[in-house]
Antibody, heavy 121, light 107 residues
């Protein structure tokens, strides 16, 4: 069974850098085409995909946030880390990590429970 | 970037009702369209991928259709635990663009 769990600070100040860790189990992250993604959801709002890293270390970023985002993986630790610089109050929300299986479709089949991040001074 | 829209924004229906949600893409995406359900306080759950393929374990009352720019999600007979918000997501690009969501309330 695939599981993912997000961890990181619950409160960050404006202009600070956010670092979130996704710790996963149930897959080796060595299958070609497999990936882990980060998605966020502002309070009461919809879903916004942020970044994705494939098993071969290929990376994709949301175009509008590309300059602020960095995604890395540590397969031996079974972790994927997302950093977002220059945080603003509008970045407040629940941050999810999710598994993308090897598929011809860009699907997210297993999700973490999410972690709420508040940006406030 | 592809833009996704959904209608209606919200609906209220009774147990047993047939419910249909529409999703439109701003450009042709063939059948690269997925649907997710999100209950309050929970992570989204994949329901349908490839416009019409049911994810493993999803009840058969859910079905998807459409191609190109127009897609539908149908719940053939609404169950009490089908409340929540439903999102479409294009999978034609690597941007994973989601629609704004359709909130389903049970009357």
């Amino acid at each position: 069974q695939i599981t993912l769990k997000e961890s990181g600070p619950t409160l960050v100040k404006p202009t600070q850098t956010l670092t979130l860790t996704c710790t996963f189990s149930g897959f080796s992250f060595t299958t070609s085409g497999e990936a882990v993604a980060w998605i966020r959801q502002s309070p009461g709002k919809g879903l916004e995909w942020l970044a994705l890293v494939f098993s071969d270390n290929d990376k994709r970023y949301r175009t509008s946030l590309e300059g602020r985002l960095s995604i890395t993986k540590d397969t031996s630790k079974k972790q994927v880390v997302l950093t977002m610089t220059n945080m603003h109050p509008v970045d407040t929300g629940t941050y999810y990590c999710a598994h993308r299986p090897r598929s011809g479709y860009q699907i997210l089949d297993f999700w973490g429970q999410g972690t709420l991040v508040t940006v406030s001074s | 970037d592809i833009q996704m829209t959904q209608s209606p924004a919200s609906l209220s229906a009774s147990v047993g009702d047939r419910v249909t949600i529409t999703c439109r893409a701003s450009q042709h995406i063939s059948s690269f369209l997925n649907w997710y359900q999100q209950r309050p306080g929970r992570a989204p759950k994949l329901l349908i991928f490839g416009a019409s393929t049911l994810q493993s374990g999803v009840p058969s009352r859910f079905s998807g259709g459409g191609s190109g720019t127009h897609f539908t999600l149908t719940i053939s007979s609404l169950h009490p635990d089908d409340f929540g918000t439903y999102y479409c997501q294009e999978s034609d690009t690597s941007q994973f663009t989601f629609g704004p969501g359709t909130r389903v309330d049970i009357q």
